[in-house]
């Protein structure tokens, strides 16, 4: 045997010698917070807002409920029980299924009227979730201490929330407006919308 054949043969053994092996991949490990809200239990908590009064464009008006707003900032899962929010078709009654998300980590900052940044003292916290019993509902609720925003996303239709100042402008008087998505639309938000309705209208 020539020598040359040799190291022909010998080549397809040098190649699996030095070839990487790869290793099997690992399962991914999900990160510390998404196991905690895994293992977080769901608390269950009423609806945080009052209904106050039916809009002329058949929105809903709420007052925040102190202690349930509190209850709810503290909460990495829950489900929120008889939610009235308004649709195109009338009033309903809802239970939100809510997960909170990962805060930002870096503590936020504020500037007013140019002023150096300071941190901020305010609470936040951001949910993301679905509508109890309805596959392929979706929905995002922002809860500051200055109000609660978001939308809710149903096969029906969308619901959005949006909050507002006091009547003297204070945003610790605040308040929220629920709307379906097409009276939503119609409006020219924020000026238009919110007017009580008349006196013996339906719904006050």
């Known amino acids: 045997m020539s020598a040359l054949s040799s190291a022909a043969r010998a080549l397809p053994a040098l190649a699996l010698a030095f070839s990487p092996t790869l290793a099997p991949a690992q399962p991914s490990t999900p990160p510390p917070l998404a196991a905690a809200q895994a293992l977080a239990p769901v608390a269950h908590l009423a609806w945080p807002l009052e209904p106050r009064a039916v809009t002329a464009h058949g929105g809903l008006e709420y007052a925040p409920i102190a202690a349930r707003v509190d209850a709810l900032h503290a909460l990495e899962r829950a489900t929120l029980d008889d939610c009235v929010l308004p649709t195109a078709s009338g009033l309903v009654a809802l239970d939100l299924e809510l997960r909170r998300l990962?805060?930002?980590?870096?503590?936020?900052?504020?500037?007013?009227?140019?002023?150096?940044?300071?941190?901020?003292?305010?609470?936040?916290?951001?949910?993301?979730?679905?509508?109890?019993?309805?596959?392929?509902?979706?929905?995002?609720?922002?809860?500051t201490d200055s109000g609660l925003r978001g939308w809710i996303e149903r096969a029906s239709g969308r619901i959005e929330l949006d909050s507002r100042p006091g009547a003297d402008g204070a945003w610790s008087d605040w308040s929220v407006l629920a709307l379906d998505a097409a009276s939503s639309a119609a409006l020219a938000l924020p000026d238009a919308v919110g007017a009580p309705a008349a006196p013996g209208a339906a719904g006050t």
Do not use: C, I, K, W
């Open 102 to 143: 990962p805060d930002a980590g870096a503590q936020m900052l504020v500037s007013v009227d140019g002023a150096a940044p300071r941190p901020s003292t305010r609470r936040s916290a951001a949910f993301v979730g679905a509508v109890a019993g309805e596959p392929g509902s979706s929905l995002f609720l922002a809860l």
